[in-house]
């Protein structure tokens, strides 16, 4: 498929369940990135999926061959003209991310290309996280005028305060996937989007071995110290919404436009 082809392509979030496995899939023809309604979508599927009983392992990933996930939808940010606004937008990465912490079910990442911005802060809220070595990762936002904010403290309990605050200052820079896999956000890197698709499916179709109520266990365990995160993640969506409406940003916007 080209890039004319993908263009042309509707935006979707969807659910697919293969041996009990829920694999959710995001898609956007703008290099997977997320506007507000699909932010939306993507909260409700991944709750869905926590509750629905067919389903033992959720798997994360998007749609195309090259970008997991652009971030924020630029489009979207270029038009937020208030705080208030502001503030929704940026909360509908929090939302996601609340979403995949209270999730009582394990959240395994499919990242098959580079991914910038919000789509980290998601790649780094996966309980288990698998990807390609083409799947390079850059925290861009201090480069528009605002800060990895929302998403930041999703990178941080990945990958320590020191990796987060190197990517998040070093915002020109991809840093690639044998890097996130040293810093832990990756657990393996593969060659190919086929031999990553085989190992999702091999791992995740054995952990639906396991007990459920084991892993749910497990779960809550991991995500121990995150319990305020529900209102952490709407402050710090407040901030990037009044950061947004400064002149830099603004002008920086457009450009990128």
Same mark, same amino acid.
């Given at each position: 498929m080209? /890039? *004319?082809?993908?263009?042309?392509?509707?935006?979707?979030? =969807?659910? /697919?369940i293969e041996?009990q496995v829920?694999?959710?899939e995001? %898609?956007?023809?703008?290099?997977?990135? @997320?506007? &507000?309604?699909?932010?939306? =979508?993507l909260?409700r599927?991944?709750?869905d999926?926590?509750?629905n009983?067919?389903? #033992?392992?959720?798997?994360l =990933?998007?749609?195309?061959?090259?970008?997991?996930c652009a971030?924020?939808?630029?489009?979207? @940010?270029v038009?937020?003209?208030?705080?208030?606004?502001g503030k929704?937008?940026f909360?509908?990465?929090?939302?996601v991310i609340?979403?995949m912490?209270?999730?009582?079910? %394990?959240i395994i990442?499919?990242i098959?290309?580079?991914?910038?911005?919000?789509?980290v802060?998601i790649t780094s809220?996966?309980?288990?996280?698998m990807a390609? =070595?083409?799947?390079?990762?850059k @925290?861009s936002? +201090?480069? +528009?005028?605002?800060?990895? %904010?929302?998403v930041?403290?999703?990178?941080e309990?990945?990958?320590?305060? *020191?990796?987060?605050?190197q990517?998040a200052?070093?915002?020109?820079?991809?840093?690639s996937?044998?890097?996130? #896999?040293?810093k832990?956000?990756?657990t393996?890197?593969?060659?190919?989007?086929? $031999?990553?698709?085989?190992?999702?499916?091999?791992?995740t $179709?054995?952990?639906?071995?396991?007990n459920?109520e &084991?892993? #749910?266990?497990?779960k809550?365990m991991?995500?121990?110290?995150t319990?305020?995160?529900?209102? !952490?993640?709407?402050?710090?969506a407040k901030?990037?919404?009044?950061?947004? !409406? *400064? $002149?830099?940003?603004?002008?920086?916007?457009?450009?990128?436009?």
């Amino acid at each position: 498929m080209n /890039n *004319s082809d993908y263009y042309n392509m509707e935006a979707y979030v =969807k659910l /697919n369940i293969e041996n009990q496995v829920g694999y959710i899939e995001f %898609f956007h023809p703008e290099h997977n990135s @997320l506007p &507000a309604n699909l932010l939306a =979508k993507l909260t409700r599927t991944i709750t869905d999926a926590g509750k629905n009983e067919d389903i #033992k392992v959720i798997v994360l =990933k998007s749609g195309g061959d090259r970008t997991f996930c652009a971030g924020a939808s630029f489009n979207e @940010l270029v038009n937020i003209n208030d705080e208030e606004s502001g503030k929704v937008f940026f909360s509908g990465f929090a939302n996601v991310i609340n979403a995949m912490r209270k999730c009582p079910k %394990f959240i395994i990442g499919r990242i098959q290309g580079k991914t910038v911005g919000g789509g980290v802060g998601i790649t780094s809220a996966t309980d288990y996280c698998m990807a390609t =070595k083409f799947a390079a990762i850059k @925290l861009s936002e +201090l480069n +528009l005028g605002i800060g990895p %904010f929302v998403v930041g403290p999703a990178v941080e309990r990945k990958l320590g305060l *020191s990796a987060m605050s190197q990517i998040a200052i070093d915002a020109n820079s991809f840093y690639s996937a044998d890097w996130a #896999k040293q810093k832990g956000l990756f657990t393996q890197v593969y060659e190919s989007t086929n $031999e990553l698709d085989e190992a999702v499916k091999s791992f995740t $179709e054995n952990l639906c071995t396991y007990n459920v109520e &084991a892993m #749910k266990e497990m779960k809550k365990m991991f995500w121990r110290g995150t319990e305020d995160w529900d209102d !952490l993640l709407l402050q710090r969506a407040k901030i990037s919404g009044k950061l947004v !409406l *400064s $002149e830099f940003t603004k002008e920086t916007l457009k450009r990128f436009k």
